[in-house]
Nanobody, 124 residues
Framework: QVQLVESGGGLVQPGGSLRLSCAAS????????MCWVRQAPGKGLEWVSA?????YYADSVKGRFTISSDSAKNTLYLQMNSLKPEDTAMYYC????????????????????WGQGTQVTVSS
């Protein structure tokens, strides 16, 4: 049974940091593009970061977020620093066979596996 379980979200003040974790099971972690995707209230999905061995970042988070993984634990991480109110969103861990920038629309159906999400709220 495939599972992606995110954790680490919460309420943080602007300028603060959070580290999200995604525990994966039931599939070969290294065979997919492992991605972080977010959805802000009232907005569409936005890919934040992806790794197929080399990390990639959306321009909106470049220099502030770092994606990493522990293959032995099948766990994906997203270290988020210098958080801004516009980073407020539900953050999802997802696995895909192609990187997000090669997807047709970036909608959920284009990802092979998808987690339940963890809420990140940046507010003073």
């Amino acid at each position: 049974q495939v599972q992606l379980v995110e954790s680490g979200g919460g309420l943080v003040q602007p300028g603060g940091s959070l580290r999200l974790s995604c525990a994966a099971s039931g599939f070969t972690f290294s065979s997919y593009w492992m991605c972080w995707v977010r959805q802000a209230p009232g907005k569409g999905l936005e890919w934040v970061s992806a790794s197929g061995g080399i990390p990639y970042y959306a321009d909106s988070v470049k220099g502030r977020f770092t994606i990493s993984s522990d293959s032995a634990k099948n766990t994906l991480y997203l270290q988020m620093n210098s958080l801004k109110p516009e980073d407020t969103a539900m953050y999802y861990c997802a696995a895909a066979v192609v990187p997000p920038w090669r997807m047709t629309s970036g909608e959920k159906y284009e990802y092979t596996y998808w987690g339940q999400g963890t809420q990140v709220t940046v507010s003073s």
